[in-house]
């Protein structure tokens, strides 16, 4: 089975400043996705990023972008100029090709000042 | 487009009563999944169905809960009789195919006095 560990269960930053979000793995699998998703206190869950586990190229999308380590099975997500806009729960999720399940991590909550 | 849409946002209800969560996924999603979110035990996945048929419901905690998809536009998540244990924030998710991203609903909180 699948398990996904994000080891900093909350985190805060100045806003404008970059933050880090961390996540490792673990799984047997070679294909796979990786996902973040983002849980604001609306409860919305928001897809943030994904990644293909055979694509080596990092993920981004605009102030989001993932760093990928298959090897190492880590994934972590680094915010560009946080906004206030970003306070929120932060989910790793991992989901193996032709399974459809998502294991989400237990989440990280970031918290931008002003 | 629309998103998922889930109802009611909020429910109340008390212990024994029986408690009905509705999700229309989106238009064309084939994947449809229900999931329990809780402080204790995070997200997890109770059961989802492709094509309107039910694939994997080892994650429905007891014979308490059942879902139904009569159709590829609603399906149903209900609990009878309900218990105060089954509080906890629950959300409906679709997809389209293998290689899509899941798309949640904004979810119902769900509280059992």
């Known amino acids: 089975a699948q398990t996904v560990t994000q080891s900093q269960p909350e985190m805060s930053v100045q806003e404008a400043e970059t933050v880090t979000l961390s996540c490792t793995y673990d799984?047997?699998?070679?294909?796979?996705?990786l996902f973040w998703y983002k849980q604001p206190p609306s409860r919305q869950m928001i897809l943030v990023i994904r990644?293909?586990?055979?694509?080596?190229q990092n993920a981004t999308e605009n102030r989001f972008s993932v760093n990928f380590q298959k090897a190492a099975k880590s994934f972590s997500l680094k915010i560009s100029d946080s906004q206030l806009g970003d306070t929120a729960m932060y989910f790793c999720?991992?989901?193996?090709?032709?399974?459809?399940?998502?294991?989400f991590g237990k989440g990280t909550l970031l918290t931008v000042n002003p | 487009d629309a998103g998922v849409i889930q109802s009611p946002r909020h429910e109340v209800t008390e212990m024994g009563q029986e408690v009905t969560l509705r999700c229309k996924p989106i238009?064309?999603?084939?994947?449809l999944f229900w999931y329990r979110q809780t402080m204790m035990r995070g997200l997890e996945l109770l059961i989802y169905f492709n094509n309107n048929v039910p694939i994997d419901d080892s994650g429905m905690p007891e014979d308490r809960f059942s879902a139904k998809m009569p159709n590829a536009s609603f399906s149903t998540l209900k609990i009878q009789p309900s218990e105060p244990r089954d509080s906890a924030v629950y959300f409906c998710a679709s997809r389209s195919g293998t290689y899509q991203p899941q798309h949640f609903g904004d979810g119902t909180r769900l509280s059992i006095l």
């Open positions: 990644q293909e586990a055979y694509k080596q």
């Open positions: 799984t047997s699998e070679n294909n796979y996705y």
């Open positions: 238009s064309g999603h084939d994947y």
């Open positions: 999720a991992f989901m193996k090709i032709g399974n459809y399940k998502l294991t």
